[in-house]
C-alpha cells in the first residue's frame, strides 16, 4: 500500500512558492501564517514537504523530462495538422534550434530552482527548532534535495546560481557556481549527510536515504569528465560498489512489474516520486493521455491526445523478439494496448481494429515528418499502466522511480570499461539482460562490450525515464543526427540560460552559441 505522507505536500506547496525563483528569492511568508509555521515544531512536515513536492516537477513530462528526452533520439513530437505545433516549441526541441526565450528554459529553470529555495527555506527554519533526532534528519534529507536540483541545474546550464539558507539578504544576487564548483559542492554535501542519512528498509524509497545520496555521488562521478575534464571512474565504481554490495535492492526479475499502476516500494527503487490517482494532481505526469491516439479510449479514459512518438533510430536499435523491455502484454485485455512500444494495427479492448478519425486503420508507423504528420505516424511508448477505472484521468497511479539500481549497475559497467576493466563491464551489462529475456525467449548475452554496447544498453533499460540526453552527451553522441534532425552545434549540449534568469541575476553570462 502506499504511503500518502509526501502526497500531502500539494497541501503547503504554496506557502513556499516563489515569485522570482530565478535568483532564488524566497517570499517572505505572510506574518501570522509564517509566523505561525516556523515557530511551531509540530508543522515541521509543512516545511521539509515543499522541497519534496519540488520533485514532481523533474518528471512532468512538458518540463525538465521534455529537456531530456524530447532533445533526444528517444522521443519526438511531430505536428498533425494543427495539433502539437505548440509555437514550433516540440519542432525546436527536436532540431536543437531552442533559444534563450523557449518556454521550457524558463519553466525547467524557475521550477528547479524553485527546488533549491524551498530546501533552503527548510534547512534554515528547522534549524530554529531545538534539536533532536528529528529534526537533524529532515535537515540533511533537506540538503540532499538541494544538492539534487543543483544537479540537474548544472547538468542541463552549466552554472548554479547559489546561497547558502542563512544568507537571508535577498537584496543581493547569489552568487553563481560555475560547472566544476557546483559539481564539487554537491559531491561534499553528499559525502557529509550519508553517515546522517537512514537506509531505505528504515524510511522507504519515497524519502532521501543514503542509497540516494550514493547513487548521485555514482551519477555525478560519472558524468564529471563533461563537467570539468577530468575523470572519476574510480569514484563513480567505488559509489556503485556500495550500492551493489548493501543488499538494498535488487534488479528485477520482472521488467514491468516496477511498472504498473498503485506500485510504491519495489526492489529496484532507490528514490521514488509518489504519485496517486485518488487526489487531483494535474496532467503532467499523465504518461498514457499524451502519447496515445484520440481513438484508444479505454475505461474512463477518454481525453487522448496524439503526441509523442519514439523516432525511428532508436525504434530499430531493438531485439524485438528476445528483450522483455520492449513489449508487455498483461494489461491488453483491460486496456486494448500493450505496455513497451505500439507499432502496427492498434485495437480496442474488443479486439476491434481501430480506426483514424478519417477512417483510415490506425496503424502505427516509424516514418515520421516532424513539420507535417498524418496521425498514425510514430510508434508510441507506453511505460507506466495506467488505471482504467479511475476517476482523475489526468492524475497518475504510477509513483516514478527517479533512482533505480538498474540504472547503477549500468554506471558501474561504464565507469569499469572506461578505466580498462572491460571484462568486468561486460558481467554487469550481461547481468542486466540475463534479467531481460522476454517469455519463452532468451535475449543473448554479449561476448565483448563497447562503449556503444553500453550506450544502448542504458537505452534499453531507462528509455523514457528522464535520462537520455545526460547519456547522449556523455557519449559525444547528442549533437549527431538522427531521424528528422541533422547534425548540430557542439554548443547544444548545454541549454540557454533564460532571458527572464539573466536579467535578475547580474552574476549570470550566457552559455556560449546563445
Not at 495539433?83 to 527536436?94: A, E, F, I, K, S
Not at 539534487?148 to 546560481?161: A, H, S, T
Not at 535577498?170 to 553517515?195: H, Q, T
Not at 526479475?253 to 498503485?262: L, N, R
Request: charge should be negative.
Amino acid at each position: 500500500m502506499k504511503q500518502y505522507k509526501f502526497i500531502l505536500f500539494f497541501i503547503v506547496l504554496g506557502l513556499f512558492s516563489t515569485t522570482s525563483c530565478t535568483d532564488l528569492e524566497e517570499n517572505v511568508l505572510d506574518e501570522q501564517l509564517g509566523a505561525d509555521l516556523v515557530n511551531n515544531p509540530a508543522n515541521i512536515e509543512s516545511l521539509i514537504n515543499p522541497p519534496y513536492g519540488s520533485l514532481r516537477r523533474t518528471i512532468e513530462w512538458y518540463d525538465y523530462w521534455a529537456l531530456q528526452e524530447v532533445s533526444s533520439d528517444e522521443v519526438i513530437i511531430p505536428t498533425r495538422g494543427t495539433d502539437w505545433y505548440d509555437n514550433g516549441d516540440w519542432q525546436q526541441l527536436h532540431l536543437h534550434t531552442w533559444t534563450a526565450d523557449h518556454g521550457r528554459m524558463k519553466n525547467v529553470w524557475d521550477a528547479l530552482s524553485q527546488g533549491v529555495s524551498r530546501a533552503n527555506t527548510a534547512i534554515y527554519y528547522i534549524g530554529q527548532f531545538d534539536q533532536n533526532a528529528k529534526t537533524e534528519l529532515y535537515i540533511n534529507e533537506a540538503r540532499f534535495l538541494r544538492a539534487y536540483y543543483m544537479y540537474l541545474i548544472n547538468d542541463l546550464f552549466g552554472q548554479v546560481p547559489f546561497r547558502e539558507a542563512n544568507e537571508l539578504d535577498f537584496s543581493v544576487s547569489p552568487k553563481v557556481l560555475n560547472r566544476k564548483a557546483a559539481a564539487d559542492y554537491i559531491i561534499s554535501e553528499c559525502k557529509a549527510i550519508i553517515p546522517m542519512l537512514k537506509t531505505k528498509a528504515e524510511v522507504g524509497s519515497e524519502r532521501v536515504t543514503k542509497g540516494a545520496a550514493q547513487a548521485l555521488l555514482a551519477k555525478v562521478y560519472l558524468n564529471y569528465m563533461v563537467y570539468t575534464g577530468e575523470a572519476k571512474w574510480a569514484e563513480a565504481k567505488q559509489y556503485s560498489d556500495e550500492l551493489i554490495n548493501s543488499g538494498a535492492y535488487s534488479v528485477a526479475g520482472d521488467y514491468w512489474a516496477m511498472f504498473q499502476k498503485d506500485v510504491a516500494e519495489h526492489p529496484e527503487f532507490i528514490l521514488r516520486v509518489p504519485m496517486d490517482d485518488k487526489v487531483d494532481m494535474g496532467s503532467g505526469s499523465v504518461w498514457i493521455n499524451f502519447t496515445l491516439h484520440y481513438s484508444q479510449t479505454f475505461g474512463n479514459i477518454n481525453s487522448l491526445w496524439n503526441g509523442p512518438s519514439t523516432t525511428k533510430t532508436f525504434f530499430d536499435t531493438w531485439d524485438q523478439k528476445n528483450d522483455a523491455r520492449f513489449y508487455d502484454n498483461r494489461n491488453i485485455a483491460e486496456l486494448g494496448f500493450n505496455q513497451g512500444f505500439m507499432v502496427g494495427q492498434q485495437y480496442g479492448i474488443n479486439g476491434a481494429p481501430l480506426k483514424q478519425r478519417n477512417g483510415d486503420p490506425l496503424v502505427f508507423v516509424p516514418e515520421i515528418n516532424l513539420g507535417s504528420s498524418p496521425e498514425n505516424a510514430g510508434v508510441r511508448v507506453n511505460k507506466f499502466a495506467p488505471n482504467a477505472n479511475t476517476q482523475r484521468q489526468f492524475s497518475s497511479p504510477n509513483d516514478v522511480p527517479i533512482m533505480r539500481i538498474s540504472d547503477i549497475y549500468l554506471v558501474r559497467a561504464e565507469a569499469k570499461f572506461r578505466s580498462g576493466d572491460t571484462q568486468g563491464a561486460l558481467a554487469d551489462i550481461n547481468f542486466i539482460r540475463s534479467k531481460r529475456n522476454a517469455p519463452g525467449k532468451t535475449l543473448p548475452v554479449l561476448t565483448a562490450v563497447t562503449l556503444d554496447d553500453i550506450l544502448k544498453e542504458r537505452g534499453f533499460e531507462l528509455y523514457w525515464e528522464g535520462l537520455r540526453r545526460q547519456d547522449l552527451v556523455r557519449f559525444g553522441k547528442f549533437t549527431q543526427a538522427w531521424q528528422e534532425k541533422p547534425v548540430t552545434a557542439a554548443t547544444k549540449t548545454l541549454f540557454p540560460l533564460p532571458t527572464s534568469a539573466i536579467d535578475v541575476n547580474e552574476n549570470l553570462v550566457q552559455n556560449p552559441g546563445y
